[in-house]
């Protein structure tokens, strides 16, 4: 991957996992899922790397932080994007399933993911796949609020997920026990609650099953991600 840059980044509030990638031919790059305590660090090493900033791609509206993508808008020439079904004005681009975002001399494909929310998207770069909160690592994001349905969350992995090569690279929002990323191999293997060729209704019964917390952070966070991080009540 000597021609492509890759940044994992970490906050750890929410555990939320925010990368940067980039065509280092060009230098032009994306952020996805950046979080608003860590925009300083971010702009930082994007003005230290010398790289264009292209896209802030959000893979849904989060529940659990607040999104850089308004503060690190301003600051750069990147456009804000995310599925059209979220229906926010303030995002530039409003992606559709199959959507290619140009990036320099590579691509990225927006694949609509839904089920953890109704508006999930994943992001496809050279070998990696971005997969927010829908494909976690030996896990997958819960299925209780915000639109969240186990049977659209089944298909969405097992119909477009688990169909890339199975060493694709994925790479998820959010991880809670040290781990940084696993491969859709590995998932289709191991993953205790939709790998092992589990059957929808199997799915289903675990997720009805799981008991989750509200989000410390979801009364502020859903309606500030709404807007796209800004004029929140912290401001």
């Known amino acids: ?14 555990s939320t996992y925010t990368y940067l990638i980039a065509d280092m031919e060009t230098k ?21 790397l010398g790289l ?11 529940a659990d932080h607040i999104t850089g993508a308004s503060e690190i ?7 804000t994007a995310a599925s059209a079904l979220t229906e926010i004005d303030c995002v530039d681009i409003l992606l559709e399933d199959g959507r290619i975002l140009p990036l320099g001399n590579k691509n990225i494909k927006a694949i609509t993911t839904p089920g953890h929310t109704s508006a999930c998207m994943s992001f496809l770069f050279e070998g990696m796949v971005f997969t927010g909160d829908s494909l976690l690592i030996r ?9 969240g349905s186990a049977s659209k ?14 060493e694709t690279k994925v790479y998820p929002a959010h991880d809670y026990h040290g781990l940084t990323s696993t491969t859709i191999g590995l998932e289709k293997k191991f993953n205790p609650r939709i790998g092992v060729n589990r059957s929808k209704e199997e799915f289903k019964k675990i997720m009805e099953e799981l008991q989750f917390a509200t989000p410390t952070k979801m009364h502020l966070a859903l309606p500030a991600n709404t807007r796209c991080g800004k004029n929140t009540e912290l401001e």
Do not use: C, W
């Open 52 to 62: 264009y900033l292209m896209y802030i791609l959000e893979t849904h509206i989060h």
């Open 73 to 79: 808008r301003k600051n750069t020439m990147a456009q």
């Open 1 to 14: 991957m000597k021609d492509i840059l890759f940044y994992q980044l970490f906050e750890s509030q929410s």
């Open 28 to 48: 032009e790059a994306a952020i996805i899922d950046p979080v608003r305590e860590t925009v300083d660090r971010d702009l930082k090493l994007i003005r230290e």
């Open 153 to 166: 969350l089944y298909d969405s992995i097992t119909q477009k997920l688990f169909y890339l090569p199975d």
């Open 139 to 147: 896990g997958t994001g819960r299925t209780d609020f915000q639109e």
